[in-house]
């Protein structure tokens, strides 16, 4: 064979070793990597993890079993990193980077943040190990082919976080330390003045119903309920402002500032002019009453 036909071979078979895909590069993964960010109120919340797909399984109580530790990801542990100190459904979460894993119940999920953000998703932590373990209520929603983490709501110094995977959503309320003054104009405080004709949820130990007046005395915004926040709580108690159209209770207790109850969180829906209804948060975001708007007060 001479030299060029030699030549010509080699070329060629040259050219098929690069054109022939390997295993590995012929490989697609499974569960693509992807990630979300989100900054609220000058908090900035980022979320990288895999994206594995339905493909029509039976998902909770299927692949993913209940009762058992699973990352809500695939490959690597799903991450969450928090530039600053954060509220998550009620549970204080301190700013850094952790590997996020879930216990799914089927009405309830326990999502667990671990300190070490480098965990293979075979190798669980105890959740026993976890600093933070948040509560959180499943919801029924659109089918979702892949597990998707997304920020679906923000507000002020507030964010709605879901994870969805199949018909099963995960929510969570991100509430971040606010960055405006906390001393409100007599025009902002004048939007939540009135009454509002309440629904309590049923177990609290509280009366079912009743009717919650806001008024301003003094400069300061007020709340009032026929019942005590604990049994020996005056009726009145201060609103004190926690973040846009949000408040923790300042209890009274014979006539004198006891505490700010940090655990109940009173969330108004702000119109153009004036609140239109309210809506009472305990530990975790566990919801305990809401309320709509049905009249004005007289200012006193």
């Given at each position: ?21 390997t ?46 530790v ?66 959180a ?67 609290l ?40 159209g ?10 004198k ?30 919801p ?13």
């Amino acid at each position: 064979m001479d030299i060029g036909a030699r030549t010509s071979i080699l070329v060629i078979a040259a050219a098929v070793t690069v054109a022939a895909p390997t295993a590995t590069s012929a490989q697609i993964r499974a569960s693509e990597k992807a990630s979300v960010s989100q900054t609220v109120d000058g908090t900035t919340l980022s979320l990288e993890y895999y994206r594995p797909v339905a493909k029509g399984r039976e998902l909770f109580g299927g692949i993913v079993p209940w009762g058992v530790v699973w990352t809500p990801g695939a490959n690597w542990a799903t991450t969450l990193e928090i530039s600053s100190d954060a509220r998550i459904n009620g549970v204080d979460v301190a700013a850094g980077k952790y590997s996020v894993w879930v216990i799914p119940h089927p009405d309830r999920f326990t999502i667990s943040l671990n300190e070490n953000p480098e965990i293979f998703h075979f190798h669980k932590p105890d959740s026993a190990s976890a600093r933070y373990n948040i509560a959180a209520t499943p919801e029924k929603g659109a089918h979702a082919e892949l597990l998707t983490w997304a920020f679906t709501n923000v507000r002020g110094d507030a964010a709605r976080l879901e994870m969805k995977w199949g018909e099963t959503t995960i929510p969570l309320q991100v509430l971040v330390e606010p960055s405006r003054p906390l001393a409100l104009t007599a025009e902002e405080r004048a939007l939540y003045v009135g009454h509002y004709e309440m629904s309590m949820t049923p177990g609290l130990g509280w009366p079912e119903g009743g009717t919650f007046e806001v008024f301003e005395q003094d400069g300061h915004l007020k709340g009032r309920m026929p019942f005590g926040i604990h049994p020996e709580d005056d009726l009145a108690f201060d609103l004190i402002p926690a973040g846009e159209g949000r408040f923790n209770p300042g209890l009274h207790r014979g006539g004198k500032l006891f505490g700010v109850e940090m655990g109940v969180n009173i969330e108004f829906a702000l119109g153009t002019d004036v609140a239109s209804a309210v809506r009472w948060y305990g530990p975790m975001g566990t919801p305990f009453g809401s309320g709509d708007r049905v009249e004005a007060v007289e200012q006193r």
